[in-house]
């Protein structure tokens, strides 16, 4: 079975920092393109930033600068390193893998993320 799951969430005030992990199962994460997604209460869910099997990335304009997405092969894993938290970072955020001619297949659970004022 195929399994993502999401860890590092949490409270901090804003200006903090957060680093969130996404360790596949039954996959190898290096393969696939990797999307860090994320849907406070009442808004859709949105990319955050995603990160190609090649290495290239891509970030939503409200965290570009702020937010980096990285890969650790070694561990299976994809990391959102987040800097300069605020408020309105505040979400569950979600990790995907998938293709770019496909979409995105495998989701994980989510992980809470509050930014206090």
């Known amino acids: 079975q195929v399994q993502l799951v999401e860890s590092g969430g949490g409270l901090v005030q804003a200006g903090g920092s957060l680093r969130l992990s996404c360790t596949g199962s039954?996959?190898?994460?290096?393969?696939?393109?990797m999307g860090w997604f994320r849907q406070a209460p009442g808004e859709q869910r949105e990319l955050v930033a995603d990160?190609?099997?090649?290495?290239?990335?891509n970030y939503q304009d409200s965290v570009q600068g702020r937010f980096t997405i990285t890969r650790d092969n070694a561990k299976n894993t994809v990391y959102l390193q987040m800097n300069s938290l605020k408020h309105e970072d505040t979400a569950v955020y979600y990790c995907?893998?998938?293709?770019?001619?496909?979409?995105?297949?495998?989701w994980g659970q989510g992980t809470q993320v509050t930014v206090s004022s």
């Open positions: 995907a893998a998938g293709f770019k001619s496909s979409g995105y297949k495998y």
């Open positions: 039954g996959i190898i994460v290096s393969i696939y393109a």
């Open positions: 990160i190609s099997s090649r290495g290239n990335t």
